[in-house]
């Protein structure tokens, strides 16, 4: 025969086991054949209908810094707008769901007046652009890189002239024609002289580019293409909220 003392301490050992099996159950969801909760890092499972949507394991990070300004399309789509217009040199970091191959193209602008080309009205500033995707891309002097903007001429402060280029319409496009476009190039860290924010983040195995005049050329756009063989999405939905009338540009 159990004691009283007994019967009460088996009792409490009994509640405690059906708490620990109610909290895993909270935790991981119900057993086999009900419906699973997903987490971070889980990817979504085929539903009844082999619908598979994409989850945010499938998304790379990308890390952008620009001296001074920049916008991000990716496929045609835009994707990040730099949130200050020129101080402080900040990092803008977005989460995209990349889609192989992969078009990019950047306008950068160096913080510049567009009268005179000077920067706070009496000298000559420098621009700079670096860029990182979680997938491996980076900038580097494979990437295509015009000017549209120049100045002051003849790096003339005292008459400070300027010469601007029409920009195409559809720069940022997939379809888009830059075969004729010069290189970017590369420019050392210490010659772009990143502020603090830039070492925060992730940018190893990238590099500044600009074209190449990083003094006088203050605004550039930036192309490049990504290909990846034989990628195909893990997943096989698309989005049905209609954006055609969002203002992309």
């Known amino acids: 025969m159990f004691s009283l003392k007994s019967l009460k301490f088996l009792s409490g050992i009994l509640a405690m086991v059906i708490l620990v099996s ?30 598979i949507k994409p989850a945010m394991s499938d998304t790379i990070k990308v890390n952008v810094y620009a001296d001074n300004w920049f916008v991000l399309y990716i496929n045609g789509r835009l994707t990040a707008v730099d949130s200050i217009p020129f101080t402080p040199h900040n990092v803008i970091s977005v989460d995209i769901l990349p889609e192989y191959p992969m078009t990019i193209a950047v306008m950068a602008k160096d913080n510049a007046d567009p009268k005179t080309g000077l920067e706070y009205g009496d000298h000559i500033g420098d ?28 790096a003339d402060i ?16 997939v379809d888009f024609d830059d075969h004729t476009w010069p290189q970017a190039t590369e420019f050392s860290e210490s010659r772009v002289n990143p502020k ?7 940018f190893k195995g990238a590099a500044f580019i600009w074209s190449a005049d990083l003094d006088l050329d203050n605004t550039v756009i930036f192309r490049t293409r990504v290909e990846k063989p034989g990628w195909k999405p893990r997943w096989n939905t698309k989005p049905d909220l209609d954006v055609s009338t969002a203002p992309w540009r």
């Open 158 to 173: 005292n008459n400070p002239q300027v010469e601007h280029t029409p920009i195409p319409d559809n720069w940022w496009a």
């Open 127 to 154: 621009g700079g652009f670096i860029i990182k995707f979680g997938d491996g891309t980076v900038s580097n002097a494979t990437w295509k890189a015009k000017n549209f903007f120049k100045g002051p001429l003849k």
């Open 196 to 202: 603090e924010s830039f070492y925060a983040s992730d």
């Open 22 to 51: 109610v909290f895993a159950v909270a935790q991981d969801g119900p057993p086999p054949g009900g419906k699973k909760r997903g987490g971070p890092g889980r990817k979504s499972a085929p539903d009844e209908k082999g619908l």
